[in-house]
């Protein structure tokens, strides 16, 4: 029978392949991008508010009681989404490239502030915990246009899945030893994998793939949307 510490090693080590599968998953995303030369009904929240996670995690990492994998995984990840935003950045309209600058200055004045005036190692554990949450949940503006128009042309499906993999491997590594500041925002993220991939599975079938744009993209209130 296997023991609570060796399946915590094994669950922990499947948890480092769906991270790296999560921080990758993107990239089919971005060879379309690439491909057609705009981002437009792409939106670009999850990629900044994973750069912050990941700079957050580094950190964490830093600390006296952090890791060294923990480094070198959110270091990986923090570069990948940097490619990725830049990516969005090189195929955006200036007014989208304006918000995105604005996220990422705030996001570097907020590391700035944190390293030259915390020193309390709870604090930051808080933080990822607080960062982790607002990273599995800011697809949900995505989700909303995939209710509104009924299509999932602009759901990366590969995201999705790996979201929910990802949470779900944690959440069990949490459970093991119940590790609430682990178990609380990756639980959260299986929960909003899980309902992304359900909407996937409601409307690939309302989606018309080969479609330029979608019709219900015309309305002003998305096209609002897209641009920002």
Do not use: H
Request: hydrophobic letters at 50%; one cysteine or more.
């Amino acid at each position: 029978m296997v023991g609570v510490g060796t399946a915590e090693n094994i669950v922990g080590i499947v948890g480092i392949i769906t991270n790296i599968a999560l921080f990758l998953s993107p990239i089919p995303t971005f060879i379309t991008i690439s491909k057609k030369k705009k981002a437009a009904g792409f939106k670009p929240d999850p990629y900044v508010a994973t750069v912050l996670n990941c700079a957050m995690w580094v950190y964490y990492g830093l600390c006296p009681d952090g890791s060294l994998l923990v480094i070198i995984i959110n270091t990986f990840g923090l570069g990948i989404e940097l490619i990725y935003i830049g990516i969005f950045f090189l195929y955006s309209p200036w007014n989208r490239r304006r918000n995105i600058l604005l996220a990422l200055l705030i996001e570097l004045v907020f590391m700035a502030a944190l390293v030259a005036l915390c020193r309390s190692f709870a604090l930051v554990e808080t933080l990822c915990i607080i960062l982790n949450i607002v990273m599995y949940t800011s697809p949900l503006t995505i989700m909303g246009r995939v209710i509104q128009t009924k299509s999932v042309k602009y759901m990366p499906l590969y995201l999705s899945l790996a979201m929910f993999l990802n949470g779900i491997t944690w959440a069990v590594y949490a459970l093991l030893k119940f590790k609430p500041f682990v178990l609380v925002p990756n639980g959260l993220g299986a929960l909003l994998g899980l309902v992304q991939l359900i909407l996937y599975a409601t409307y690939y079938k309302t989606t018309k793939l080969d479609e330029p744009e979608n019709p219900m993209l015309n309305s002003p209130k998305l096209k609002a949307e897209t641009l920002n």
